[in-house]
Nanobody, 124 residues
Framework: QVQLVESGGGLVQAGGSLRLSCATS????????MGWFRQAPGKEREFVAAITWSVGRTYYANSVKGRFTISIENAKNTVYLEMNSLKPEDTAVYYC?????????????????WGQGTQVTVSS
């Protein structure tokens, strides 16, 4: 059974940092791409970042480029999202997702598996 379990969310002041983790199990994800999405109240879920498991190629939304970093630790089968210089508009539930095949990295419809989400709240 495939599982993606996020952790690391919380409350932080603007300008602060958080690191989200996504622990994966139940499948070998070496041919997958891993993504982070977020959904703020009253808004649609949006792409944040993605990384290819095999070569570590990364993709970012313009809104987080230069502030967020996605990475993989193969030994732990874990994907991270390092978030720096956080802003109140980064407040959302953050979801980890896994995608197989050659579809777009940027759309949630492309992803096959999802975690339960972790809340990130940035206070001003």
């Amino acid at each position: 059974q495939v599982q993606l379990v996020e952790s690391g969310g919380g409350l932080v002041q603007a300008g602060g940092s958080l690191r989200l983790s996504c622990a994966t199990s139940g499948r070998t994800f070496s041919r997958y791409a891993m993504g982070w999405f977020r959904q703020a109240p009253g808004k649609e879920r949006e792409f944040v970042a993605a990384i290819t498991w095999s070569v570590g190629r990364t993709y970012y939304a313009n809104s987080v480029k230069g502030r967020f970093t996605i990475s993989i630790e193969n030994a732990k089968n874990t994907v991270y999202l390092e978030m720096n210089s956080l802003k109140p508009e980064d407040t959302a539930v953050y979801y980890c997702a896994a995608r197989s095949g050659g579809r777009s990295y940027y759309t949630d419809e492309s992803y096959d598996y999802w975690g339960q989400g972790t809340q990130v709240t940035v206070s001003s």
